[in-house]
């Protein structure tokens, strides 16, 4: 394959302008151009006569004006929690509706989920709210309240079909991704949690773009034992630095398979390379616990049940606990107060 004559984007421009679109140019630029992305372009004297006068000119520049409304609509959101995965399939979905509900069997939490995984939206499935649909009123969407305590917002309930691609580019993409951010009655919450995709592209910019004059508490990196997962989780944790998001710690999902009946741990993912527990020393992040791969998880998920209601004191759910107690450990939090203890 032939190597690409593109000259490549610095890293640093792409995380602090993710949402700025490079202007579509008629014309090479000319010698003394200021820069098709710079304030004065279009509008200074040596653009008299270019062809790309017009392009430049009307470019948007500057920051996003939507960010002051954005920070104002999640005013009073106390903890806004990215949950991250390079690798897909790794179970990232899943842990986003299990801490949800660990969160939420605590009646004084009220808890807010938002699937930015816009091609392939599985939190309203998990969450028992498919077929629902958002109200939209003068105030915004309204969240779909799964208990009176947790709400959804995805477009899985904005299709007409839940067989529907989504088949859409990048800026549409970081549309919805506003639109939920800036213009859902989210109201008081205690805990926001971010499902993304996998990968460190336009959402994740996105996100962190939009969020940052109201504040990212951090990231909760997600993965499996074995090193072909890892190796993506080592990209995340290095777009998490690069980003400025503050890792919380890392899971690892899937840590063996515990038998419903006998309870004796069987290593389906080999941990070749030290699994989580040793990636989370090497990268110097915190080991928020390993949750074995327990069947009743993806049942529960297919129903849109609470594991944590139907399955309290199984090895996997106890697990769980304690990956919510390390969690509110790294914000700063009384685990007692965020679930209760039994």
Request: glycine share 8%; net charge negative; proline share 8%.
């Amino acid at each position: 394959m032939a190597p690409s004559l593109e000259e490549p984007e610095q890293v640093e421009d792409v995380i602090s302008h993710p949402l700025k679109a490079k202007p579509q140019l008629v014309a090479p630029e000319p010698e003394h151009c200021p820069g098709p992305e710079s304030q004065q372009a279009g509008l200074g004297d040596a653009c008299a006569g270019c062809p790309n006068q017009a392009v430049c000119a009307s470019a948007p520049k500057g920051p996003d004006p939507d960010i002051p409304a954005i920070s104002a609509r999640l005013a009073g959101v106390k903890h806004k929690i990215l949950v991250l995965s390079g690798k897909g399939g790794v179970g990232k979905s899943s842990m986003t509706s299990l801490l949800a509900h660990s969160f939420a069997t605590n009646p004084d939490n009220t808890i807010g989920i938002m699937d930015a995984d816009i091609c392939g939206p599985s939190i309203p499935k998990m969450m028992g709210v498919e077929s629902e649909t958002i109200h939209v009123s003068g105030a915004g969407y309204s969240p779909v309240w799964v208990l009176d305590n947790l709400g959804v917002m995805s477009i899985q309930f904005m299709l007409p079909s839940r067989d529907d691609a989504i088949i859409w580019r990048g800026p549409k993409k970081n549309w919805l991704i506003k639109q939920f951010l800036k213009d859902v009655e989210w109201g008081d919450l205690d805990f926001l949690l971010i499902d993304t995709p996998p990968g460190t592209s336009d959402e994740h910019l996105s996100v962190n773009a939009m969020l940052k004059e109201s504040h990212i508490d951090g990231a909760v990196m997600v993965t499996t034992p074995q090193e072909v997962s890892l190796l993506d989780v080592r990209r995340e944790i290095d777009f998490c630095r690069k980003a400025g998001i503050k890792v919380l710690g890392l899971v690892e999902n899937m840590s063996g398979f515990v038998c419903p009946k006998c309870t004796h741990e069987s290593q389906i993912f080999q941990a070749t390379t030290g699994g989580g527990k040793a990636l989370a020393e090497e990268m110097d992040i915190p080991f928020l616990g390993a949750v074995p791969l327990d069947p009743r998880i993806g049942m529960a998920c297919d129903y849109g049940e609470s594991f944590f209601d139907s399955f309290p004191d199984s090895p996997a759910c106890k697990a769980l606990k304690v990956v919510v107690q390390r969690l509110a450990d790294q914000l700063g939090l009384d685990a007692k107060d965020v679930v209760p203890s039994d």
